[in-house]
């Protein structure tokens, strides 16, 4: 039987399209569907690795794991990692494809790139009940239709009912509704079978008349109005970056202050999620120099463009300060690009990052950091050569970094014998490619422990739960949330799902 398809498309971008999806994956996954995720194309900065080394979004990862599932590159085909100004990184089936200008992609590969998810749709459907597609930004930007490959052209291709997904935290959401299916044309408007409002906040039956009216013009129900919720999953768009700082109570003062540098270019934003749930902790976005301060650990996360970011720090003034802060005391943490910056130096033979010039780094850490074209994915194992304690996590970078000093200690043992990383001789800089490196909470807590014994502090020693736990709380918590409050007997009816039997 060909699986049913459900797409949830949205007015905007980051109206909550990826948490709407989530929390279907996980619904139809507790009501005994073989449930799987899709999104054509994508275009983000946290990516996650697959098993086998595929790189897709994360938000596709995060989604197959609330299916109960295991991940793979056809949940999202074409991956796009912007790089440079108009330039991106094409990943293809999880694998580095090339380096992209927009007008090229957009004249020249797109429809190249139908085949590819076509096969992609076709293999799904054969393996599954559902399909839960996401869609990119809006549907209805008339100037891209032409060449959207993520949106309605999607929904025909799996023959799937199309919720739209408006966000009433923003205002207008009912223009925006509006205005979403007035642009689309007649054959995509028919697809649109349902309306979820998202974000709300305030009195539910203060809405009651612009939903009958909506309903009354349009045709098509409203399934759901979701109120506003914090739940920890991890985003994969910069503008999620935003929304960030709401994750902490509205407290002026914190035992222990973390800051992570805002790069231009930053990816996998997400490494600093864990510290959001460690008690006392303050965490802090900065991207302006005023904005720096004096932070217990500062950490630099990784980047799309290392020479780049580099660059933007010096002009920015963050290397004075940064050094300042290392004489200080500050603890600071590199992860990937930001391990890069941390080092002596910065080769690129190949014009890997740019126009093939080599850079002096930060200096904090004694290693030089070489590009090539062989990008390294992978999940991976490591210990601490401090202490042999086994973390997890994933690699996704060009090129090589080498320790030139002796007397440099590499951070981790990794399970494939390579060493990782680096650590100061005092232990107070640290770099390393390990993505995901704080989700390996008993590490975290020590770490904060650390920062609190040496402000005179007590340490924490209450009970860490596993970050395998905390996310299974978090999808269980956010499917309970979105299904009491959507109609999902319309749901199963505009997907025709009433005579498909539980597998």
């Known amino acids: 039987m060909i699986a049913k398809a459900l797409m949830v498309q949205g007015t905007a971008s980051d109206v909550g399209k990826s948490m709407i999806c989530t929390a279907f994956c996980r619904i139809f996954s507790d009501e005994g569907f073989k449930v799987v995720p899709f999104k054509s194309q994508n275009m983000a900065l946290n990516s996650f690795v697959t098993v086998d080394g595929g790189e897709i979004g994360r938000a596709q990862g995060v989604q197959a794991e609330a299916a109960r599932v295991i991940a793979t590159t056809d949940m999202n085909p074409i991956l796009l990692k912007p790089k440079q100004d108009m330039v991106s990184e094409v990943i293809v089936h999880g694998k580095h494809f090339m380096d992209m200008s927009a007008k090229a992609y957009r004249n020249d590969f797109v429809q190249q790139a139908m085949p590819i998810v076509e096969k992609s749709v076709r293999k799904l459907q054969n393996e599954y009940n559902i399909i839960v597609l996401e869609g990119a930004g809006s ?53 649109v079978k349902g309306i979820i409002i998202n974000k709300f906040r305030g009195m539910r039956e203060l809405l009651d008349d612009g939903i009958e009216w909506v309903e009354k013009a349009t045709g098509i129900p409203v399934l759901a109005v979701i109120p506003y919720i914090e739940i920890n999953i991890e985003a994969e768009d910069s503008l999620a970056l935003s929304s960030l700082r709401f994750k902490k109570p509205k407290q002026q003062e914190f035992a222990i202050d973390v800051a992570m540098i805002r790069l231009p270019r930053i990816s996998n934003f997400t490494d600093i999620d864990p510290f959001f749930d460690e008690p006392e902790v303050g965490v802090r976005l900065v991207r302006l120099l005023s904005e720096l301060g004096t932070p217990d650990l500062l950490i630099l996360p990784g980047t799309k463009n290392s020479m780049d970011d580099l660059q933007w720090l010096r002009d920015e003034g963050f290397v004075q300060a940064i050094n300042k802060l290392r004489e ?85 043992n990794l399970q494939d014998g390579r060493m990782d990383g680096a650590v100061s001789s005092d232990g107070h800089v640290i770099g390393t490619y390990f993505h995901g490196i704080f989700n390996n909470r008993e590490y975290t807590r020590e770490l904060v422990n650390i920062l609190r014994v040496e402000k005179g502090l007590p340490v924490i020693s209450d009970f860490v739960k596993s970050d395998a736990q905390r996310r299974e709380e978090a999808y269980q918590l956010l499917a309970e949330h979105v299904k009491k409050h959507t109609n999902m007997e319309k749901v199963y009816e505009i997907m025709e799902l009433e005579n498909v039997s539980n597998v």
């Open 328 to 412: 200080k005391g500050t603890r600071i943490f590199g992860i990937c690009g930001g391990f890069q910056i941390l080092g002596d130096h910065l080769l690129d033979p190949e014009a890997v990052e740019g126009d093939g010039r080599s850079s002096e780094g930060l200096g904090l850490l004694p290693v030089t950091t070489i590009f090539n074209t062989s990008k390294k994915t992978k999940q991976m194992t490591g210990r601490l050569l401090s202490n042999g304690q086994e973390l997890t996590g994933f690699e996704i970078h060009l090129g090589r970094t080498e320790i030139h000093d002796a007397n440099t200690k590499a951070f981790l």
């Open 139 to 191: 549907p209805a930007e008339i100037n891209l239709k032409d060449r959207d490959i993520a949106n309605m052209r999607m929904a025909h291709l799996a023959d799937a009912a199309v919720i739209l997904v408006a966000d009433i935290d923003r205002g207008g959401v009912f223009a925006s509704i509006i205005g979403t299916l007035t642009l689309l044309d007649e054959d995509e408007l028919k697809r």
